[in-house]
């Protein structure tokens, strides 16, 4: 089966730094991504991964270990304007190829 | 602005209604989903449509009908729901089945309320 779990929320501070973890079970991994979903508005792409290691664009960056089913999302000073749900999904292969999703992690950034 | 448009934003239905939601994308792609968002729940997919031929439908109740006339278009059409089928329905685009990197795109959701 498919499993993906991720933590329910989380509160961090203006400017400091966060990480968000997500842990998955799948066949077919095919890679994973992150997406930012703010209230009432479409999931938006951040990052994806499908190689081991550190994928870095500005403030955030998120890491892969295949062998591990593990990924964290890190956010470096945050902004009021982070505070959203961080979404983590992953594709599993063959010929479905289709995008799972976790329950998602709803970040509140605090002054 | 993500290229893919739904309608309408908010519908309340009652339980004997039918109603349809609408999406349409902009962007040339060929592959289209419907997903289910409800609260605190993972987003669902529901339906998958490639070039305008179904190829996933993940045991969605009957009384959820998609239909997709052309590679632009979809909808979801709607009858005799439950208060349970409240949520945000999701549509989303991308150029192909190979999802990878960013090549999906989502619309905006309709919120859907059954009384």
């Known amino acids: 089966g498919q499993n993906i779990d991720q933590p329910t929320e989380m509160t961090a501070t203006e400017g400091a730094i966060v990480q968000i973890n997500c842990t998955y079970q799948?066949?077919?991994?095919?890679?994973l991504f992150w997406y930012q979903q703010h209230a009432g508005e479409a999931p938006t792409f951040l990052s994806y991964n499908v190689l081991d290691g550190l994928e870095e664009k500005g403030r955030f960056s998120s890491f892969l270990s295949r062998s591990k089913g593990y990924s964290y999302l890190l956010l470096k000073e945050l902004q009021m304007k982070d505070s959203a749900s961080y979404l983590c999904?992953?594709?599993?292969?063959?010929?479905?190829?289709?995008?799972?999703f976790g329950t998602g992690t709803l970040l509140a950034v605090q002054p | 602005e993500t290229g893919v448009t739904q309608t309408p934003r908010h519908l309340v239905m009652g339980m004997t209604n039918k109603k349809s939601l609408k999406c349409e994308q902009h962007l040339g792609h060929n592959a289209m989903y419907w997903y289910k968002q409800s609260a605190k729940k993972p987003l669902e997919l529901m339906f998958v449509y490639n070039f305008k031929e179904q190829t996933e439908n993940n045991s969605v109740p009957s009384r959820f009908s998609p239909e997709c006339p052309n590679s632009s278009h979809l909808f979801l059409h709607l009858h005799t729901l439950q208060p349970e089928d409240s949520a945000l329905y999701l549509c989303?685009?991308?150029?192909?089945?190979?999802?990878?990197?960013?090549?999906?795109?989502f619309g905006e959701g309709s919120w859907l309320t059954v009384v």
């Open positions: 999904a992953v594709t599993s292969g063959g010929a479905t190829n289709k995008l799972i």
């Open positions: 799948t066949s077919g991994f095919n890679g």
């Open positions: 989303a685009s991308s150029l192909s089945r190979e999802i990878s990197g960013n090549t999906i795109y």
